[in-house]
């Protein structure tokens, strides 16, 4: 019965009203609320308008209702494109001047090229990072005179210093190479076997990027009793022939030892000093600086630092090698020649003798040239000492030295 009635008096009055005119009422009502907001907002932001200009000297520009957009902002696009061609013009014009900041540091560089001992810089040596050194509490007392302070608890190494012993090491490794020595370059850290192979290759010494064999310098007749050596002439040349006569010679040992990381190889500085060979290690300031005979105080630890050290001392060996090698088109030669070899297919009477006579021949070349002297008798003498003098012989003629 509740549902029956409530039915039959509700129905005329839905059935009556249309679905359309609802609608109808409901969007006509949004609009105008829309309208009314906004006209509101108009006057908000002129009102706001007014109060600015009378507070400041220099009046608001007015907003347009429709466009909600202000004169100036109209004035600026147009003359956006004026402003985008005088700023094209002042580029064609000015554009080249200045500086080009590039990327200074090229990991492949200090492989290809090194620096050579004349450019050692200590902006150089602060770009590797050779002045950091380790903690305060790992350090060796004896790299005193080396630090230059203490930075966050890691000692700093002075560069002063690093760069006046880089090119000392850099003269002795020159010096070695120019007298013809054997320089071995030691690295068996990870990484450092590039640099090592580079800088054996520039001095055309010899290198070495893994374990050191315990022996081999005070026991090298039994671990390198098998290696091939040869006899070259002073241009590097091999002198065929001398293949009998060293068999029993003993094994080559090197004159220069380069380490550049001495806590792990210090087995070879030990067997280094007892055979006098002198040595030239890279000392951070954890280990001993007297382990080797000539310190290069730096940072260890950086494989840029390594490479710049690497490539200085390798391009000292290349120097002297060129030395070495100018002087022999001279005719001069700057090692010391191997002795107690001769030449095959001649006996030992007829190489003195041919020596004895050269060498005569020589000094009365020199007597004839000197007109100072005039003296028959005391070039008699000469000769006399130069045929008696022991120790000077020159086999064949010919100085020669062994290489490995």
């Not at 000539?294 to 060129?322: T, W």
Request: overall charge neutral.
């Amino acid at each position: 019965m509740i549902i029956r009635h409530l039915a039959l008096r509700s129905g005329p009055w839905a059935v009556a009203r249309s679905p359309f005119q609802a609608l109808r009422r409901f969007l006509s009502s949004e609009i105008d609320s829309i309208e009314a907001s906004a006209q509101n907002s108009v006057k908000q932001l002129q009102l706001l308008e007014a109060q600015l200009n009378a507070a400041i000297l220099q009046p608001v520009p007015t907003i347009d209702p429709e466009t909600h957009g202000t004169a100036l902002s109209a004035q600026i696009t147009d003359s956006v494109a004026a402003e985008y061609h005088r700023y094209k013009q002042h580029q064609q014009l000015i554009g080249h001047l200045g500086s080009h900041i590039t990327p200074h540091y090229r990991p492949q560089t200090l492989l290809n090229h090194p620096p050579s001992p004349a450019d050692v810089t200590l902006e150089l040596l602060l770009a590797s990072e050779a002045h950091q050194g380790h903690a305060t509490s790992l350090w060796n007392p004896a790299n005193a005179r080396y630090i230059y302070g203490i930075r966050q608890g890691i000692h700093i190494i002075a560069l002063e210093v690093t760069a006046a012993h880089l090119r000392r090491a850099a003269k002795v490794v020159q010096e070695v190479a120019r007298r013809g020595g054997l320089i071995l370059f030691v690295g068996t850290r990870d990484g450092q076997d590039t640099a090592v192979v580079r800088a054996a290759e520039l001095a055309k010494g010899y290198h070495l990027f893994e374990r050191w064999i315990p022996g081999s310098i005070t026991n090298g007749q039994q671990i390198l009793g098998r290696c091939r050596t040869k006899v070259v002439n002073e241009k590097d040349e091999e002198v065929p022939g001398f293949e009998e006569q060293l068999y029993d010679r003993s094994v080559l040992r090197p004159d220069l030892v380069v380490c550049l990381n001495p806590l792990e190889n210090y087995v070879l500085l030990h067997e280094c000093a007892l055979n006098n060979i002198p040595t030239i290690g890279v000392i951070d300031t954890n280990a001993d600086p007297t382990w080797v005979t000539y310190p290069i105080p730096a940072n260890d630890d950086s494989l840029r630092c390594i490479q710049v050290i690497a490539g200085v001392l390798g391009r000292a060996g290349e120097a002297g090698q060129k030395q070495r090698l100018a002087a022999a088109e001279k005719g001069w030669v700057t090692f010391l020649p191997a002795l107690d070899l001769k030449l095959p297919d001649e006996s030992e009477d007829d190489t003195a003798k041919k020596a004895a006579g050269k060498a005569r021949k020589e000094v009365i070349n020199r007597f004839n040239e000197d007109q100072a002297l005039g003296n028959i008798g005391e070039m008699e003498d000469k000769l006399d000492a130069l045929n008696n003098r022991d120790g000077r012989r020159l086999r064949g003629g010919r100085r020669i030295k062994i290489v490995d």
